[in-house]
């Protein structure tokens, strides 16, 4: 079988932890700003969770296209009652909404994006829209080839326009492109599209030791981290 | 007045020699297939000519958004009857097609745009398609954040949505973002979008010693090439 000629990747905690990053941004402001004592992590935990949810309505077409940006401080506003932080003010909000530009990258990220690079098209296909992953690739010293996904699409993964329309706008036909993911259900919506599959580990994008997400489809590759997929992507080339 | 934030550069002319590539690709072509000599600047020539007016029908709303791919073929199929060629194989054509996808850059544009980066955004504002630039990006050695242009807004320059889908999607307003272009018509568009604007001299786009084509409006900058835009920039800055 030929070698991918393009590498989709999704990038909130497949390339980017974006827990411990959170967590350190909010921790930095509220001792900045003298806010209330707030276990951040839990705080980031929460946001987390509201995402999905927030994504549902723009894939169901009840809601026009609105960026991450807008759906992270919606869901911020909402949550920080419960966290003690009611009082926090408009431009600390902006400056954590922010933080999801500037998530610090898993220790193997820079060098396997360099070395896939060498060999295959490399893109980010993510929810974050274009501005996020512009600003993040800066931060973390990532390069791409372009920047796909969700904003090109205006709708969110996992609907399936989202992967189709990268692939397209690569010039290619699903089975010439790898996602590459550490979660199992955008790796088997992108299977679904068609595309080769690749899984990597991220034990710690829930918290230290708290356990990677195993596919649960028959995917291409699984690898314990970018510089694995790379050294495995090479010995299939032979 | 602060700085550009980003800066989104017109590619065909500005950035590369298509008439000069494209005529040494039909050479190639035509030297390998023993096809009948032809002035293959000229068959560019006359293959560019055909460019804006195919593009007018998209532009207008009458056509669906088809790439350039779609409308270099049809241009070329229509004109190599004028030009001795119409015995030449679909496959040669495709060749020829795809030789936009590797057209050489101007010798100060790596350096240019290298310099470039470390100051601003970067991301190409061209009437080429995605893969297209991703291609050309590779081929040339440029590096951009993202490849923004055309097909974001599927309708094609002037018409103002490729400019301002180009914006919005680095998350900017127009004033924050300098269009880079050799060609008066696309400066004009884009001032009037908000933008600023440069101007770049490139008097060989149309064969060595044709001339630059002056711009027709106040525009923010004029340079020799981009290593004197970047020296103007930094100069800016003080």
Same mark, same amino acid.
């Given at each position: 079988?030929?070698?991918? @000629?393009?590498?989709?990747?999704?990038?909130?905690?497949?390339?980017?932890?974006?827990?411990?990053?959170?967590?350190?941004?909010?921790?930095?402001?509220?001792?900045?700003?003298?806010?209330?004592?707030?276990?951040?992590?839990?705080?980031?935990?929460?946001?987390?969770?509201?995402?999905?949810?927030?994504?549902?309505?723009? @894939?169901?077409?009840? @809601?026009?296209?609105?960026?991450?940006?807008?759906?992270?401080?919606?869901?911020?506003?909402?949550?920080?009652?419960?966290?003690?932080?009611?009082?926090?003010?408009?431009?600390?909000?902006?400056?954590?909404?922010?933080?999801?530009?500037?998530?610090?990258?898993?220790?193997?990220?820079?060098?396997?994006?360099?070395?896939?690079?060498?060999?295959?098209?490399?893109?980010?296909?993510?929810?974050?829209?274009?501005?996020?992953?512009?600003?993040?690739?800066?931060?973390?010293?990532?390069?791409?080839?372009?920047?796909?996904?969700?904003?090109?699409?205006?709708?969110?993964?996992?609907?399936?326009?989202?992967?189709?329309?990268?692939?397209?706008?690569?010039?290619?036909?699903?089975?010439?492109?790898?996602?590459?993911?550490?979660?199992?259900?955008?790796?088997?919506?992108?299977?679904?599209?068609?595309?080769?599959?690749?899984?990597?580990?991220?034990?710690?994008?829930?918290?230290?030791?708290?356990?990677?997400?195993?596919?649960?489809?028959?995917?291409?590759? @699984?690898?314990?981290?970018?510089?694995?997929?790379?050294?495995?992507?090479?010995?299939?080339?032979?």
């Amino acid at each position: 079988m030929a070698p991918p @000629r393009a590498l989709l990747f999704d990038v909130f905690g497949t390339l980017v932890d974006w827990r411990a990053s959170i967590a350190r941004a909010g921790q930095a402001l509220g001792d900045r700003l003298g806010l209330p004592p707030t276990d951040w992590a839990a705080l980031a935990d929460a946001w987390r969770a509201c995402y999905d949810p927030g994504l549902e309505p723009v @894939r169901a077409g009840e @809601r026009a296209w609105v960026t991450l940006d807008v759906l992270h401080r919606e869901s911020l506003d909402a949550l920080l009652p419960a966290h003690g932080l009611e009082a926090m003010p408009g431009t600390a909000r902006a400056d954590l909404v922010a933080a999801w530009h500037r998530l610090d990258p898993w220790p193997d990220v820079a060098e396997g994006l360099r070395r896939l690079r060498a060999r295959h098209l490399l893109a980010p296909c993510s929810n974050g829209h274009v501005a996020l992953q512009v600003h993040l690739a800066r931060h973390a010293g990532l390069v791409w080839d372009a920047v796909l996904g969700a904003e090109l699409a205006r709708t969110y993964k996992p609907r399936p326009e989202v992967y189709l329309r990268s692939v397209e706008a690569l010039g290619l036909e699903p089975p010439e492109v790898l996602m590459v993911a550490a979660h199992p259900s955008d790796l088997a919506a992108a299977a679904r599209c068609g595309l080769r599959t690749a899984w990597v580990a991220r034990p710690d994008e829930h918290g230290p030791g708290a356990g990677a997400e195993p596919p649960t489809h028959d995917v291409d590759h @699984r690898a314990d981290d970018l510089l694995a997929l790379a050294a495995a992507l090479d010995f299939n080339r032979g």
